[in-house]
Nanobody
Framework: VQLQASGGGLVQAGGSLRLSCAAS????????MGWFRQAPGKEREFVAA????????YYADSVKGRFTISRDNAKNTVYLQMNSLKPEDTAVYFC????????????????WGQGTLVTVSS
């Protein structure tokens, strides 16, 4: 599966953005999906994940209550709604697909999008 992330940009602290990740192919619903991010000079970290049917979601503690992951299997798209953004949310955000099951670990994901940059100004 090929993944294309979009929706990043520059936003002021307290603002909102919605990221999208469009997947190619007809088997999107077979994959659990995740969002990760990499801030300048830091390692990539888990942000959120969603099960195949969208009934289970997981979040990093740092974004819990502010970010929401969702998916539309009919549109082959996963979303990340980001509210109450903080400067520390500044990073390149990546979407990823996991064939084996929902995971919070980067190593478990099989396919990755190219990343979209989110910059939050103070």
């Amino acid at each position: 599966v090929q993944l294309q992330a979009s929706g990043g940009g520059l936003v002021q602290a307290g603002g909102s953005l919605r990221l999208s990740c469009a997947a190619s192919g007809r088997t999107f619903s077979y994959y659990t999906m995740g969002w990760f991010r990499q801030a300048p000079g830091k390692e990539r970290e888990f942000v959120a994940a969603i099960s195949r049917g969208g009934t289970s979601t997981y979040y990093a503690d740092s974004v819990k209550g502010r970010f929401t992951i969702s998916r539309d299997n009919a549109k082959n798209t996963v979303y990340l709604q980001m509210n109450s953004l903080k400067p520390e949310d500044t990073a390149v955000y990546f979407c990823a697909a996991d064939r084996s099951g929902i995971s919070l670990k980067e190593v478990d994901y099989d396919f990755w999008g190219q990343g979209t940059l989110v910059t939050v100004s103070s």
